[in-house]
């Protein structure tokens, strides 16, 4: 059994914390976020389920220019993204996007609900710590690992424009 929730008009953590708990009162077994402007392979979910994990991501570029992939910082503190990919098999990383990522609904019930957070630390800022990585640190201290499958490449819409071919430019 599975089902889509399309979820407009409030913030981005609001809305993947709505969709989770939905999963969760139809005690669905994986939740799968899908971002609005991403384009993932029609494959991807059982892709994703084979490999059995608790977190597991595709691949897509930011909008900043690499892939929204991240691992620690060598200085210990923080997150750096990774610019260099593994071509093939399962890599376990320090942060994902949300973009195209499947979750073993099990482990929202070892996490604390708000699972997903925007924090923005000084409000006269805009940087701050999104709402996947935030999770992706919470799923941390609860000692899951996030892995990604570098052979899944999901495409960024607004970063690779489609061209009159239906190809994508710019295509890592």
Not at 34 to 52: C, E, F, G, N
Not at 147 to 159: K, L, N, Q, W
Request: aromatic letters at 10%; glycine letters at 6%.
């Amino acid at each position: 059994d599975s089902f889509v929730r399309f979820q407009r008009g409030v913030p981005i953590d609001v809305a993947r914390n709505a969709v989770v708990r939905t999963a969760i009162e139809r005690k669905s077994n994986y939740v799968f976020f899908l971002d609005s402007d991403v384009l993932a392979p029609s494959d991807t979910i059982p892709r994703l389920m084979a490999h059995k994990g608790p977190i597991v991501s595709g691949v897509y570029w930011s909008k900043r220019g690499y892939p929204a992939v991240w691992d620690r910082h060598p200085s210990g503190s923080g997150l750096t993204p990774v610019k260099d990919l593994p071509k093939r098999g399962l890599t376990e990383v320090a942060g994902i996007s949300m973009g195209v990522s499947l979750i073993d609904i099990r482990v929202f019930s070892c996490i604390p609900d708000p699972w997903f957070e925007w924090r923005i630390p000084d409000p006269t800022k805009e940087v701050g710590l999104s709402e996947d990585l935030s999770f992706c640190r919470k799923a941390s201290e609860h000692r899951f690992k996030l892995y990604i499958d570098p052979e899944i490449r999901a495409h960024h819409e607004s970063v690779l424009p489609i061209d009159v071919d239906g190809k994508f430019e710019n295509a890592g």
